[in-house]
């Protein structure tokens, strides 16, 4: 009885180790400003807002949102040494190390460009004219409708 | 389910939104750019404009390609000439037998307002927009190709091979249907032109014009009240949003 409690006090301590921080997927750091929302919170709901915001700019064409899959991958891109932006095929790219982590496959990128384009910051936000009151215009009107 | 997940998140976002404002507007004020402001064009889909073009076969020249190569460019499809290859927009040569007159015009989505690809699609990934450009929501799109046989004009191709390095306005996959969107990315941020008449206009034959039909006074509702005009196929009663002249 002795020598198997101690056997499992032995694997508890390994088992501990092994899910010590040091094997959880070390996340590449973004550039760009900070989520508002905090970190946190789009790591648990960032799918939900993907697909959130994906229906409002194909079904409405309501293209200022303020997540767009463009912008993600604009500030969350990974420099090889090359300082070249790597792909989705490769095992650096940022959404890969916590997806690959939990074996949880994404197939945004069988569509989507999966490395930021020169072209977007010009054309999919071009007009800049109080962008700020027209989300709220736009958040109020939402309210409303509800 | 999923609405009401994502209803969630969007509760908890304005919230936060609300809650930030101050914050929000001091960074503004300080001349700060947040992420969140760079927001763009607001031209969401309108129910009250309908996009269209009209096409005169008499100013379009048989050599010319140019709208065809304005669009490959601007939604990044190829065509080889492999039968598998996309097809946003194709020249078409008319021709009539008994007396001989050619004419070579430009052929893509209609944009019906009856849309049979919108009937026939059982996932619900083929719809009409508010503004009447018909879609392929890709994210939905199982590839069964019903609406590719249910199309009178043929004009959606499927994506039969693996895609990279795609347009970021445009994106496209394989396993899905798509088809001419009426550059519905340019329309959104306010450009008020396809890639297709501004090639046209620039290559200066000027065969396409586009805009809105709903509006009487726009260059397009003019030329329509003017000449005469017909719709493909129109025993279909389809009501088309392109309209070919002098064919």
Redesign the interface.
């Known amino acids: 009885m002795r020598v198997l409690l101690g056997a499992l006090l032995i694997f508890i301590f390994f088992a501990n180790s092994l899910i010590a921080e040091d094997n959880f997927p070390l996340i590449p750091k973004a550039t760009g400003k900070p989520h508002p929302e905090g970190n946190e919170f789009i790591r648990i709901n960032h799918m939900d807002l993907l697909r959130h915001d994906r229906d409002l700019v194909v079904k409405e064409g309501i293209r200022n949102i303020d997540n767009s899959l463009a912008q993600c991958v604009t500030c969350h891109v990974v420099r090889d040494e090359n300082n070249e932006p790597v792909t989705y095929e490769s095992e650096e790219y940022f959404c890969r190390v916590c997806h690959d982590y939990v074996a949880v496959k994404l197939d945004c990128f069988t569509c989507h460009n999966s490395v930021p384009s020169a072209e977007v910051s010009i054309s999919l936000f071009r007009d800049e004219n109080a962008p700020f009151e027209r989300l709220m215009a736009y958040l109020e009107e939402k309210d409303n409708d509800r | 389910m999923?609405d009401k997940?994502?209803?969630?998140?969007?509760i908890?976002?304005?919230n936060?939104?609300?809650s930030?404002?101050l914050l929000?507007?001091f960074s503004?004020a300080s001349g700060v750019?947040?992420?969140?402001?760079?927001?763009?064009?607001?031209?969401?889909?309108n129910a009250k404009i309908r996009w269209g073009l009209l096409i005169d076969a008499n100013k379009c020249s048989p050599e010319c390609d140019a709208c065809i190569r304005a669009c490959a460019n601007e939604h990044g499809w190829e065509n080889n000439g492999k039968l598998t290859d996309p097809q946003w927009i194709r020249k078409v040569k008319l021709k009539n037998k008994q007396t001989g007159r050619e004419v070579s015009l430009p052929l893509m989505c209609q944009h019906c307002e009856f849309p049979p690809c919108v009937d026939v699609c059982p996932t619900g990934a083929s719809?009409k927009?508010?503004?009447g450009i018909v879609?392929v929501?890709?994210?939905i799109c199982i590839g069964c190709r019903y609406c590719m046989m249910a199309c009178p004009y043929k004009a959606r191709s499927f994506v039969h091979e693996?895609?990279?390095?795609?347009?970021?306005?445009t994106?496209?996959?394989?396993?899905?249907v798509e088809a001419c969107n009426l550059c519905?990315?340019k329309?959104?941020?306010?450009d008020g032109i396809t890639a297709c008449a501004q090639a046209c206009e620039n290559s200066g034959n000027g065969a396409i014009i586009f805009g809105n039909l709903n509006d009487k006074n726009s260059k397009i509702s003019r030329a329509l009240a003017n000449y005469p005009s017909v719709e493909l196929r129109d025993d279909l009663g389809l009501n088309l949003a392109v309209r070919y002249q002098n064919i």
């Open positions: 999923t997940s994502t209803n969630r998140a969007d908890q976002r304005r936060f939104l609300k930030g404002a929000m507007s503004l750019n947040l992420m969140i402001m760079n927001s763009g064009a607001n031209a969401q889909a719809f927009r508010k503004d879609l929501d890709r994210h693996k895609i990279n390095n795609q347009k970021t306005t994106p496209r996959g394989k396993g899905t519905v990315h329309l959104d941020r306010g």
